[in-house]
């Protein structure tokens, strides 16, 4: 019997007896459920950029210049940090972040391609 492909894209396969994602290969068989999840970006050093840059901006002269880049820099740390969005098997032996992307349209389509083929093994 031929293999039935459910997704394929850029170096990800879904088909009816595995899963391949991020070099990774997992055995369809084993999967038992898939889920979405959200990764917030850390923001604790555009955070820090923030504050420091506030409080060197009290002083004059070069503080202020400093205080000012710390700011900007913060800023620009914060903004530019992504969310991502990952997609999750569990197996027998647990939990594994399978595939990772910033796109929640693609990891949307992994999932129900995921799904899919889990329903159409049994």
Not at 61 to 68: K, Q
Not at 78 to 87: E, N, P
Request: hydrophobic share 45%; glycine share 6%.
């Amino acid at each position: 019997m031929q293999e039935q492909v459910f997704f394929s894209l850029e170096g990800i396969k879904v088909s009816d007896t595995q899963f391949i994602a991020e070099g990774q290969t997992y055995p369809l068989e084993e999967v038992t459920s898939v889920k979405h999840r959200l990764i917030e970006p850390k923001r604790g050093f555009s955070t820090f950029c923030m504050l420091s840059g506030s409080f060197l901006m009290i002083f004059e002269d070069v503080f202020m210049l400093v205080g000012g880049f710390s700011i900007a820099l913060g800023m620009l740390a914060w903004f530019s940090a992504q969310t991502l969005y990952s997609v999750v098997i569990h197996t027998a032996e647990g939990e594994k972040q399978a595939l990772t992307s910033a796109s929640s349209h693609d990891v949307d389509r992994v999932i129900r391609a995921l799904n899919t083929a889990i329903i159409s093994r049994t």
